[in-house]
């Protein structure tokens, strides 16, 4: 279907458990709660920007947040096999989301896109991105020549991403949009009002206290962690990474029609 199709919710929800984007999602249950557990241990590579303190240190915690929000199986006895994410959770996130970009398109706020899966969510992102500039929001255009240790912090299509190697980069690090908000401030421009993202990306702008919401898998919790502290105010669970970018396409159209946006191809 394309963009400018918009699905209803049911099919939606069809859509993505047929293409595996939530359902019976790729991502083993044994590495759900591998990640888990190493968030709770303090594994600050597993906190995605976040400042998570000692608030999430029993692992049975973070299951449980990722079942509820997320829709992972809540039996601490399964460990291996297949894992899930609620296709009607997933549609329940894009609706809260939709309603705070309307937000942004009403009052023309200035939004800042990044992702660190460009392999899967980067045309979401644009978009977006696009709708929102149709609608009268500024697109904020990162400054050049920043960089971090993973390589340069470049903007396509309106996104923000992560480039080593002259190959776009998947990167889970909060440094690359420490990056950007610190060249804003340097330069004197304001900051966003709104930051759409995921990974690192949108863990880093949360924490810092700006309007904060991404995408995130079910085996990367801090996202979902976030949301339930306040810290970001939405957090859309999906498989990040599915076999075709194209597959996301019903999503963002939904996405885009439930917040009243045009998509502009």
Known sequence: M???GMPSRTELVDHLVRTRI???????????LSHYRQLANGDRNYWLGLELGDRWSDEQDVLAVMAERCGVSDDPEHRYGQDTIDPELTVDALERLAARLRKAADGEQRVLFATGHP??????????????RAAGCEI???????RTEEGYVMQFADVAVLEHGATLWHTHSPEPM????????AEGRP??????????????????????????DCNDPALFLGEAEGTLQVTVPLDDHVTSPRHYDPLTAYLLGQAGLTATG
């Open 22 to 32: 939530a359902g019976h999602v790729a991502t083993p249950r044994e590495n759900n």
């Open 2 to 4: 394309p963009i400018p």
């Open 119 to 132: 392999g899967g969510l980067l045309d979401v992102h644009r978009a977006t991105a696009a709708a929102l």
């Open 140 to 146: 904020v255009v990162i400054p050049d020549g920043l």
């Open 178 to 185: 420490r990056a950007i908000l610190n060249g804003l401030q």
């Open 191 to 216: 900051l966003p009002d709104l930051v759409v993202a995921d990974h690192g990306w949108a863990g880093c702008a949360g924490r810092l206290g700006i309007d904060s919401v991404g995408y995130a």
